[in-house]
């Protein structure tokens, strides 16, 4: 790695993760009026044999999710998954209705889980540009519902092309009301890490 | 249909004679299968990228178009000299997120590569399934010849490719 990641520098990428995903999840709570609780970020070294176990969704069921670039000083991608199920809820929420199957995703619905991962990544990255002074700026994301797997490896292939590893903060968030799960993952660019201990000290 | 061997990202599989091939959700990523008539052997590879850029390519070469194909080669014992006789079946490749801001392609890339390299070798590629906005799995029967194409929200593609793959149908 071109970074060594140690056990301080672990320490510190979740809390980044904690703290950034904590600002996003209040915002997402503000919107729709529901409690979410995260859970412990975890800080994972993504090789190609580990992708299968992320987001514990099984491979082919069906998944939504968003995927973001992000440029400035801390550059990468921001993508959030939601297995269909808990889309149906966030959509139930905000717009009281939900798609019956695939054939019914409009653009309505599309824009909706758009509109979420967009608040909740300008959160995020809010409250990481307040801790560090990095100066950060998002895309608008693109969007697909399709294949847990397949989803999930178009957005790490890409992000891995042109590095050697890649570096993934994941984070579920959940509501004890609904059976929903939420994943969000931000995969920075590696070579630019140095830059985010050296603005902690670390 | 006996157990699929499947070929998680990067990662080659191989078969001779009878046995289930295959990947689950493949996105940008190609499943890239080829066949040898002679010996009723077939490969699979399952390519992320289309071009090698890391120490991987001598690990894990089924992750590049251009490491997998010779490397499937090797696992089927035939020198690049008597590719023409292999078939290819493709699988995958699609463009899942439309508008992406950082527009890679990987998808469209991989399947460009491989249909280079492959033509390069003069290996003809008897099914295709790729490219679109889909993501795809597939098995492939290599006792008999027939291909199972999966993506969400469609009917399942079964094709019987015994006759473009040279499989002499035995008697039951």
């Known amino acids: 790695m071109t970074t060594a990641l140690n056990e301080l520098r672990t320490d510190a990428l979740r809390e980044i993760g904690n703290i950034g995903l904590g600002g996003a999840v209040t915002a ?16 994972m070294q993504v090789d190609t044999s580990s992708l ?5 969704v099984s491979p082919e069921s069906l998944v939504v999710g968003t995927v973001s670039r992000v440029n400035g000083d801390w550059p990468g991608e921001g993508a959030f998954l939601f297995p269909w199920q808990s889309a149906c809820v966030l959509w139930q929420i905000l717009v009281q209705m939900s798609p019956g ?32 002074g990095f100066t950060l700026h998002m895309e608008p994301p693109a969007f697909a519902a399709d294949m847990a797997m397949a989803v999930l490896s178009s957005i790490l292939v890409e992000a891995l092309y042109g590095q050697r590893e890649l570096l993934a903060i994941e984070t579920a968030f959940r509501t004890p009301e609904h059976e929903f799960r939420g994943y969000f993952l931000y995969l920075p660019e590696t070579g630019n890490l140095e830059k985010l201990f050296g603005v902690l000290g670390i | 249909m006996a157990e699929v061997k499947l070929a998680g990202m990067g990662e080659m599989v191989w078969t001779r004679g009878a046995g289930v091939l295959g990947c689950i959700g493949l996105g940008s990523c190609v499943g890239t299968l080829l066949f040898d008539p002679r010996t009723h052997t077939a490969a699979l590879a399952h390519v992320m990228l289309p071009e090698a850029h890391d120490q991987d ?31 290819a079946i493709l699988v995958g490749g699609g463009e899942l997120f439309q508008n992406r801001s950082q527009a890679l392609r ?15 070798l003069r290996i003809g590629v008897v099914f295709e399934h790729t490219r679109g906005s889909s993501g795809r799995s597939f098995e492939f029967d290599v006792a008999t010849g027939q291909i199972r194409v999966r993506a969400v929200g469609a009917t399942a593609v079964v094709q019987d490719l015994s006759a473009a793959l040279g499989i002499l149908r035995r008697a039951a």
């Open chain 2, 57 to 87: 390519a001598f690990t894990l070469p089924g992750k590049y178009a251009t490491t997998a194909v010779p490397a499937l080669l090797r696992l089927l014992d035939v020198p690049p000299a008597l590719a023409s006789r292999l078939k």
């Open chain 1, 101 to 132: 199957g695939l054939e019914e995703l409009n653009e309505l619905y599309q824009s909706v889980i758009n509109e979420v991962s967009n608040i909740m990544l300008g959160n995020y990255l809010q409250a990481i540009s307040q801790m560090t």
């Open chain 1, 28 to 43: 997402l709570s503000d919107l729709t009026g529901v409690l979410f609780t995260l859970e412990a970020p975890q800080v």
């Open chain 2, 106 to 120: 990987i998808g469209e890339r991989n399947v460009e590569a491989l249909h280079k390299l492959l033509s390069e």
């Open chain 1, 52 to 56: 299968s176990s992320m987001c514990c």
